[in-house]
């Protein structure tokens, strides 16, 4: 099993950057997908961003496209995304989130929440305007 723990989330003024960190433990030789995930109360969760562990490709939702940058440093176990231009639709709990069937072989569902086994507990990204 893969643990977890995200950090870096807080309040920013709409406009404004963040970065968050992820860093993953434990069996984190299966984690083969890594990325972000999001949900705002009321709203269903929803892929922001993951990356390939073995290739570096990475994949993004159209809403976060040239405002968000996914990156990952595998001696250091840590995923990170960057977030710039942040508008008060990003409000929401960002997950960091981890699954054994390698992004490439997803496809376009790889925003989907079934594929990933392993879950941090989320920090919380607050937008004001």
């Known amino acids: 099993q893969v643990q977890l723990v995200e950090s870096g989330g807080g309040s920013v003024q709409a406009g404004g950057s963040l970065r968050l960190s992820c860093a993953r433990s434990g069996y984190t030789y299966v984690a083969h997908c890594m990325g972000w995930f999001r949900q705002a109360p009321g709203k269903e969760r929803e892929g922001v961003a993951v990356i390939s562990r073995a290739t570096g490709n990475t994949y993004y939702a159209d809403a976060v496209k040239g405002r968000f940058t996914i990156s990952q440093d595998n001696a250091k176990n840590t995923v990170n995304l960057q977030m710039i231009s942040l508008e008060s639709e990003d409000a929401a709990m960002y997950y960091c989130?981890?699954?054994?069937?390698?992004?490439?072989?997803?496809?376009?569902?790889?925003?989907?929440?079934?594929?990933?086994?392993?879950w941090g507990q989320g920090t919380q990204v607050t937008v004001s305007s």
């Open positions: 989130a981890a699954g054994p069937t390698p992004c490439q072989f997803l496809g376009a569902t790889w925003s989907s929440p079934r594929f990933y086994n392993s």
